[in-house]
């Protein structure tokens, strides 16, 4: 008989795996008869409104949105102080936005840089301060990912991990490790099955190689591909045991094994968005409700295009 976790389970990966505009309308032009009196009249009325709103007014100048990258980054500084002193804890943040100075082509993503970034600043942080990490990611390199995940599991506080939108892959992965996860119904964490890297640049999902061997038989696979499946055998099972790891201390070791094979097992396509009432199903620690400071740290980023 399937036990309720089993159920609950069962209903979360249902759920997971099935997932305004504004119209701008330009006013017409109306065109209407009238007195040359009336035209001078009103093009006058005109020229005086526009040569007011010309004029800034003081608060309006104090409050103009910083343009330059030592202006943006101490506006970011004084958001983050804010949100520590009203939560009483060390802020970390890993958010992965193009910047007005990111280059072409330099998508951001977790990578090696921010794993040493982010280990010196929970290192930093004394035993007894809680961190909030505030993440917003697409993935990335997965040591990166694991090594900070080892860092959150080891801080003697309470650490909890605020996604106002997404932590997909590794930011998953971070987010398994915190004591306590902050999102809203609409954040989406993802699947942490390992992603196989092919000699042509691609990515496979280990789950997929993994039954290949069941498919076909062994004699119409290649050697290599033969190598690859096993290899994605032994990343699936790292995995899965990494997962297990992180959640020893918060769930029995039973929950524990069912939720890691919920997440890394590959039963699921890796960019499949597992959303607040799913994360809560599984049993893991989360609230609704990210705090609004946090937002306006995200003003900070401004919108730049893709080139």
Known sequence: MMTLLETVLGSALVLASTLSLLSVIRPTRLFVHRSRREEIAANQAVEIMKSASDKPEPEAVSQLVPTTKSEILAWRRKIISAIEQERGSRVITMIHKRELWTGPGEDPEIGLEDAETVLQQIRSTPPNVPIDLILHTPGGVALAAEMMSMAIKFHPEKVTVIVP????????????????????RYSMLGPVDPQIPTPDGNTWAAGSLETLVTLKPLQKV???????TDVARLEIENAIAFVMWLLEERMSKENAKRVAEFFAHGYMSHSTPITLDVVKAVGLEVEEGVPEKVYELFKTFGFVPAS
């Open 165 to 184: 939108f997404y932590a997909m892959s590794g930011g998953s992965l971070m987010s398994l490790a915190a004591d306590k996860i902050l999102m809203e």
């Open 222 to 228: 290649s050697d290599r591909m033969i190598v690859m």
